[in-house]
């Protein structure tokens, strides 16, 4: 299995696309952590063969393999 490390950027998104978003990111990740202090903010550990944003249905630019720490 490889897992690979992304981090994804739900904060575009209204509350409740937020939620949905994360809870489809739930489903299908190995692992998914939320930042508590960034809300809509996700570490993903990922080994399912489609992209995230194939599966979430978002742009790449919001799936990074790189935290930018000003963003916070």
Same mark, same amino acid.
């Given at each position: 299995?490889?897992?690979?490390?992304?981090? %994804?950027?739900?904060r =575009? !998104?209204? =509350?409740?696309?937020?939620? #949905?978003l &994360?809870?489809?990111?739930? *489903? !299908?990740a190995?692992?998914?952590?939320?930042?508590p $202090?960034?809300i809509?903010?996700?570490? #993903?550990?990922?080994? !399912? =063969? &489609?992209?995230? &944003?194939?599966?979430?249905?978002? =742009? $790449? +630019?919001? %799936? +990074? +393999? %790189?935290? *930018?720490? *000003?963003?916070?």
């Amino acid at each position: 299995m490889d897992l690979r490390r992304f981090y %994804v950027d739900l904060r =575009p !998104y209204s =509350p409740k696309e937020r939620l #949905v978003l &994360s809870h489809k990111l739930e *489903n !299908y990740a190995f692992i998914c952590h939320a930042f508590p $202090d960034a809300i809509g903010l996700f570490e #993903v550990f990922w080994d !399912y =063969p &489609s992209s995230i &944003s194939q599966i979430l249905e978002i =742009p $790449d +630019t919001l %799936v +990074t +393999t %790189v935290l *930018n720490k *000003n963003e916070f």
